[in-house]
């Protein structure tokens, strides 16, 4: 990993364009407008553009107001700067043009997938959270992580973690998330606006999630659906689903959780999670997709009991092979 050089970079130059990947979760956003206000407070020029505007429920995040899309930015870069994403196409086409369009472009990343199509490639996957490499890169650099920097990345680390949950909850990663607070970061603020702040229809929509809930043979696999007509019958969004895939992991027994997601008719968005040995960001890669050993996911055209067929059997299959077994 080439921190040093990321700082050397981030310390030698003025001119920066900061994006990360489509439908961004907290780690993208957080980790985006962390490091561009970080980058601004420094008094340097800085671009963080998104394709699409921030999500309503990520809006109370400090710099929103600074977001771009592609076509507001001109001309050539010095240093592009992507975060959070495995490969250039999960960019989005625009977004990818402008980044394409710089002198020197790093990637920073967590991702045990990742492509390193960087020139520099600042990519840990010990990493709980891409905001705590930004963490780590802002600290190197001697900028000073001021209360709504803090917020930002301590966003990062929880969203990515669920709460501080996930087996990549490591102690470098609280190390981080306490410091984060040391600097002002939110807390409450925190909480309250991604978990206190949900529309009813999100729960009606979670209600008719739980109910497709459905076990295979073994029990070790658990699988939820949400195809186009449960959501329009919700009144939901998709991103309303967000997180509702972890209830199939707190089943006993269940080592992968999956969710489909009718995001079109033929196109069906798969999530993966694992508990313990079952390394899905193999099990999404067969898909095309990728993300990390216990949490993955990619997309699969056809028919939705066709792609949980194909998914599962998949599923069925890698799980028999995989000899290391449950872990105790
Ligand atoms: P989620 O299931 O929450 O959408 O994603 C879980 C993890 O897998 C995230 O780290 C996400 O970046 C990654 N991921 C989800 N879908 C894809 C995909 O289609 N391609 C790749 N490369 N990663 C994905
Ligand atoms: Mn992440």
Known sequence: ?????????????????LTTHLNPDGDALGSLMGLGLALLKSGK?????????VLASYQFLPGCQHVLQPSDVLGRFDVGIILD??????AGEKAQDVIENTRCLVNVD????????????????QAAATGEIVCSL????GITITPDIATNLYVALVTDTGSFQHQNTTAKCLRTAAYLLDC?????LIHQCLYEQKSLDSLRLLSRCLE?????????IAWMTISQDVLLDSGAVFDDSDGMIDYTKSLKG?????????????????????????????LAACFGGGGHERAAGCTVQGRIKNVEALVIEKTEELLAASCGGPKR
Request: hydrophobic share 40%.
């Open 45 to 53: 020029k800085v671009s963080m553009v998104l394709p699409y505007p």
């Open 212 to 220: 497709s809930l459905a076990l295979n043979k073994s029990g070790a």
């Open 110 to 125: 967590h991702h045990i997938s990742n492509q390193y199509f960087g020139d520099l490639n600042v990519v840990d996957p």
């Open 1 to 17: 990993m080439d921190i040093e050089e990321a700082v050397k970079i981030i310390q030698g130059n003025n001119d920066f364009v």
């Open 85 to 90: 994403c495995t490969e250039m196409a999960r």
């Open 184 to 188: 002002g970061a939110k807390h409450n």
């Open 138 to 141: 802002l600290v190197r650099a």
């Open 254 to 282: 269940v080592e992968v959780g999956i969710l489909f997601k009718e995001v079109s008719p033929g196109e069906i968005k798969v999530s993966f999670r694992s508990k313990n040995y079952l390394d899905v960001n193999q």
